[in-house]
């Protein structure tokens, strides 16, 4: 074990992408837990659209990272030190760790996880933050019916691929998703099961959606914002429900473009719902549960794009996601990560 | 009763606010009903800023107002000739008669009013479309709970006016109106009871909505659109309500501005639902029996802004609701109307 902790923090605060000096590289020592604490030697960091809106000042649903401060990140790993009662030596936990080799903790928001039913990996996306936000996003936000029109944006990318699955594991009568490039296009049908993909790089997206959804759209679960968001609008059915947990396409403008038709909710009598996973704890248990038996049984598939390399290599994998590049869940895999 | 039916047809599509060379001014012979129908004298125009989109072409929630074809409009009137078993000559009727001085009905979407009861106008207003919109948007769409904290745009218009009253009457904590210029907001506060009132004209929305309600806002009712829309977005409690009713500030515009601070729903776990009245036909007697009630009972003011003129006069009357010249639900009397 190292004794040095590599670590990145914030250095500035970005305007539009992120640039290599908004970020630092900076050791210290591996931490030594006090009472009540543990150390946890990090595996594997969730790489996340949302990280782009901590980087950001100003309130949001969480306080932004400050200048200087680690990088906020979910994580996992196995505990090397405690002090805790709750948590020993070798467990394999997850939490929100940041973007370092060795974190300490308190076990607040640290749940144990099981490494002999999924690679830890797992833990970040279809068993993580990831899956647990398409689940309650599609079924309690999005109030999916059995035979309802799902229409998903970053369809390729780690909550989309999930929410396509699931939608079709619960009854849903056409799952359409929108993605960049051949390449996802294709995963999303073969890989993923989606009834037809739509590759947004290619043309007309509100002519392929007038196709494959003739009858309109009743659940858009929205990852992206910006122009696919405005072309699904058009296209809802009556009573329609739209999904707001992202807009990768706005993270990175400095003047973020608003829905010009969402007047068409009114048309439709639909609604545009913002959600949020933590407000669901009390039901991660039942909804992990769910997952992990589909998981088991074959019928979802949880596919993580793992990088390997050091905490150096964050800032990189960070722009990824706003290149289009990753398809499903991206993750840093620390070296020796799998 | 004259024998010669003036009219105001839609002559050209907008582009923009209505010129008077999008209109023109037709006469025809009064009809005469056949089987089934009956005609009405109109005396009372209902002026909506709707109105503005259904002369816009393209599918809404109504097909537009073809080229060439009598104005949409709702109107009250009494029944002059009748072939109708169900209608008599003498009783006075709302109907979507359109901007002329009579018409010819087969019934359908036809209901008596009862003028011992309340002034034709008021069925346009508080008992018409106008107070079943604020009903319907604010207790279903907008879910008011009792201890709300509601804000309302457009509040001294017709359906603002109306609604800020039954936020208050319903139970709302705290009802704050937002309109344009000091005697709007005189109104809102000394005649319709909104317990505060902010000018967006005289300076900061944001600032004003920071102050008045510190807690956030619980339920957005929306008539306008635009910046105020993005400004109140910004203030939005946990699990707010956004009731989409309009975009009056919008619907002269050729670019919509879109809410860019749309993400702010995620942020809130808030939705913005789209509403029309016509959906709840079922519970119109219901809440008119309510609405009636409170009228009585003088719980409630109906404020017409009433126009006394010629169907001639609708163009120009149409325009004071873009201008904001009009306090209370806008109508157009034709000569001899009160």
């Known amino acids: 074990m190292p004794m040095t902790n590599h670590q990145v923090r914030l250095a500035d605060r970005p305007n539009g992408l992120p640039r290599a000096t908004d970020w630092s590289l900076t050791e210290e020592e591996v931490p030594v837990p006090g009472p009540g604490q543990f150390t946890v030697a990090v595996s594997h960091i969730s790489v996340d659209p949302a990280m782009r809106g901590w980087m950001n000042a100003g309130a949001s649903y969480v306080p932004p990272v400050e200048i200087g401060a680690v990088m906020r990140a979910g994580a996992v790993g196995s505990v090397t030190a405690s002090e805790h009662p709750g948590f020993a030596v070798g467990d394999d936990v997850y939490g929100v760790f940041g973007v370092q080799e060795h974190a300490v903790s308190d076990g607040q928001g640290v749940i144990k996880i099981d490494t002999s039913l999924a690679a830890p990996s797992v833990y970040l996306g279809a068993l993580g933050m990831t899956g647990l936000t398409a689940y309650f996003g599609l079924l309690d936000t999005g109030k999916l019916k059995a035979g309802d029109t799902v229409v998903v944006s970053g369809a390729a990318g780690a909550v989309g691929s999930i929410t396509g699955q699931i939608a079709k594991l619960k009854g849903a009568g056409k799952v359409i998703g929108i993605a960049g ?126 990088v390997h390399g050091s905490v150096g290599d964050f800032p990189q994998t960070l722009l990824m996601l706003f290149d289009g590049v990753n398809t499903g869940k991206l993750v840093l895999a620390l070296d020796g990560g799998e």
């Open 181 to 306: 490039g051949p390449e996802k296009c294709h995963a999303l049908t073969e890989e993923f099961g989606f009834d037809a993909a739509i590759d947004y790089r290619a043309g007309n997206v509100r002519k392929a959606l007038r196709e494959h959804a003739p009858r309109g759209v009743d659940v858009y679960f929205d990852n992206v914002g910006g122009e696919i968001l405005d072309d699904v609008l058009t296209r809802l059915a009556r009573g329609a429900r739209v999904v707001i947990c992202g807009a990768v396409s706005q993270y990175n403008e400095t003047q973020v473009r608003g829905p010009a038709n969402y007047m068409m909710l009114l048309v439709a009598r639909a609604s545009m719902t913002g959600m949020l996973v933590f407000d669901y704890q009390d039901q991660y248990p039942q909804a992990m549960a769910e997952l992990a038996g589909w998981l088991r049984d074959g019928k979802l598939v949880s596919r993580e794009h793992v």
